[in-house]
């Protein structure tokens, strides 16, 4: 067994990038959560001010042996519109900017490559952020699982649902 890989991902609201990963194989945990901020232990409410500096992220616990980096970053670019700066769909503040957040300079080094030859695919220049994971600090409970746990919620059907469509519909293969 393979020693557990950490990645983190900002693009959007978390509970959709949430839903969307949690649906792949080799994927362990997902933990909605804050990061790219200079705020210690943001709340919710701290974070939605736009005061703190933090995007909302999710941080996956996965196996390299199962799935690797380079697919998470293919599904995390297809679940959001990386040309958006600081916005995703209706959600809108720096808080939900598209920022990949490294665990070491590979990851660091295959996001760069990653978002270079994706800028070629768009009209629009890619504005994702890509930093350093330096902290890493867990929503609170009611955001964790929360597409599993309100499905029928009108947000989670609008926005959630559409991007696990989406990969369940183009990484067929990769799915748990």
């Given at each position: 067994m393979s020693e557990r890989a950490k990645a983190t991902f900002g693009g959007g609201?978390?509970?959709?990038?949430e839903a969307a990963f949690e649906e792949l194989e080799g994927v362990e945990s997902v933990t909605s959560g804050y990061a790219g901020g200079h705020t210690d232990d943001p709340t919710y409410e701290e974070v939605c001010s736009g005061e703190t500096g933090h995007a909302e992220v999710v941080q996956l616990k996965y196996d390299p042996d199962v799935v690797s980096y380079d697919e998470l970053l293919e599904v995390f670019f297809t679940i959001h519109d990386p040309t958006q700066l600081n916005r995703q769909g209706p959600d809108v503040g720096t808080q939900y900017r598209s920022i990949v957040l490294s665990h070491d300079d590979e990851?660091?080094?295959?996001?760069?490559?990653?978002?270079e030859a994706l800028d070629e695919e768009y009209e629009d220049d890619v504005v994702t952020e890509i930093e350093p994971c330096e902290k890493f600090w867990e929503a609170e409970a009611y955001h964790q699982n929360y597409?599993?746990?309100n499905p029928d919620d009108a947000y989670c059907t609008?926005?959630?649902a559409p991007k696990v469509e989406k990969v369940r519909e183009k990484f067929e293969a990769k799915l748990a």
């Open positions: 609201c978390f509970w959709c990038v990851q660091r080094e295959q996001a760069e490559a990653y978002v597409f599993e746990k609008m926005h959630a």
